[in-house]
Nanobody
Framework: QLQASGGGSVQLGGSLRLSCVVD????????IGWFRQAPGKAREGVSA?????????YANSVKGRFTVSRDTAKKTVYLLQMNNLKPEDAAVYYC?????????????????????WGKGTQVTVSG
């Protein structure tokens, strides 16, 4: 099961941190992907992380602004720190997972690589 949270409304240039709680995995051999979908647009990959070694990948549009990580204390929580938010970042954000997850992290930026999806959380950027 997956559950994403942390969305909200921010001003241009603001920050938000999204969380994704992953439940039910016994071994660290999966991948987590963050995706977003704006109205009228296709779902796109934002970031991905491999649970086995923490290798990460980012879409070009968010590099340098977004950071994906695993909560060091709560191993089942994955975070997406979003800084310097722009109007084009506004969307419903989803986390998803696939098992196993041994491919290059950039592979998991494709929505069709994911098998399990959580409910989305809305991010709005104004100004």
């Amino acid at each position: 099961q997956l559950q994403a949270s942390g969305g909200g409304s921010v001003q241009l240039g603001g920050s938000l941190r999204l969380s994704c709680v992953v439940d039910g995995f016994i071994y660290d051999d999966y991948a987590i992907g963050w995706f977003r979908q704006a109205p009228g647009k296709a779902r796109e990959g934002v970031s991905a992380i491999r649970s086995s070694d923490g290798a990460v990948a980012y879409a070009n549009s968010v590099k340098g602004r977004f950071t994906v990580s695993r909560d060091t204390a709560k191993k089942t929580v994955y975070l997406l720190q979003m800084n310097n938010l722009k109007p084009e970042d506004a969307a419903v954000y989803y986390c998803a997972t696939v098992l196993p997850g041994y491919e290059s992290p950039s592979y998991y930026l494709r929505p069709d690589t994911m098998t399990d999806w959580g409910k989305g959380t809305q991010v709005t950027v104004s100004g």
